[in-house]
């Protein structure tokens, strides 16, 4: 993936302002954003992934243009097939998690029907070890369950790439070690280009191709 983008926003709350000022020139197939709480990591993730609109900048993947300001281009996230995996992984409470998968494949506003079987849908959820708990719905899910329904989620649409939010940051310290191998496996095997946001020194060795480290809204390489 040639990731590339330059991302300048001004955030007002209160008499406070965060400046964000971070870009990137990569073509690394994992990307790693790090930095200090605070420090913009989520704010350049949703920029990447059209959920926030910068005041000025560009985003562009593999050559084609996602964001840019001067010229005034701003595809909406749906147009920019980029999946966005969230911190707590955002399922829906009231969808199984078939629905739950199902739901990234859906048109319209129906939500996938409880019986309904659709075949990519069908793979993810055998991909995942997730066949027994099909039916089940998000509380009834451990932490790890809960991911790997976020990460199916995700890829059944099969994006460029995938953006995860502090993908371990709600695990215990087990399932971390546990969940962190599997996706660097899935990533191996899939060849999914990902972009992954941390403060956890062991993502950074483990994804982190290429580092973009971030400090009060600024960006700076890996040493
Ligand atoms: N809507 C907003 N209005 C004003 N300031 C905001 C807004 N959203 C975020 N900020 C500020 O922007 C800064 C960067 O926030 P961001 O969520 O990107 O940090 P982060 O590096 O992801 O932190 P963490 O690791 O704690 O999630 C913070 O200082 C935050 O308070």
């Not at 983008?5 to 073509?27: A, E, I, P, W, Y």
């Given at each position: ?80 097939r980029?999946a ?20 990234a494949l ?48 995700a890829l059944v649409a099969e994006p ?64």
């Amino acid at each position: 993936m040639l990731l590339d983008f330059h991302l300048r926003n001004r955030l007002q709350s209160g008499t406070r302002v965060f400046t964000l000022d971070v870009q990137l020139k990569s073509q690394a197939q994992r990307v790693v954003i790090a930095g200090p709480s605070g420090s913009g990591k989520s704010q350049t993730l949703k920029a990447i992934a059209g959920l926030v609109r910068p005041q000025s900048g560009h985003v562009r993947i593999d050559g084609q243009t996602l964001y840019d300001a001067a010229s005034g281009v701003f595809l909406p996230p749906q147009a920019r097939r980029l999946a966005y995996v969230f911190q707590d992984y955002a399922l829906f409470a009231h969808l199984t998690v078939r629905q739950n998968i199902a739901f990234a494949l859906a048109r319209g506003w129906l939500n996938p029907r409880r019986r309904a079987r659709h075949p990519a849908v069908e793979y993810w959820i055998e991909a995942f070890e997730l066949g027994a708990l099909a039916h089940q719905y998000p509380h009834e899910l451990s932490g790890g369950q809960r991911q790997r329904t976020a990460l199916a989620r995700a890829l059944v649409a099969e994006p460029r790439a995938l953006l995860l939010d502090e993908p371990f940051a709600a695990l215990d310290a087990d399932l971390r070690q546990t969940m962190r191998a599997e996706l660097d496996a899935l990533q191996r095997r899939l060849q999914v280009p990902m972009v992954l946001i941390t403060h956890d020194p062991q993502d950074v060795a483990l994804f982190g191709d290429e580092v973009l480290h971030l400090h009060e809204g600024r960006s700076g390489r890996a040493p």
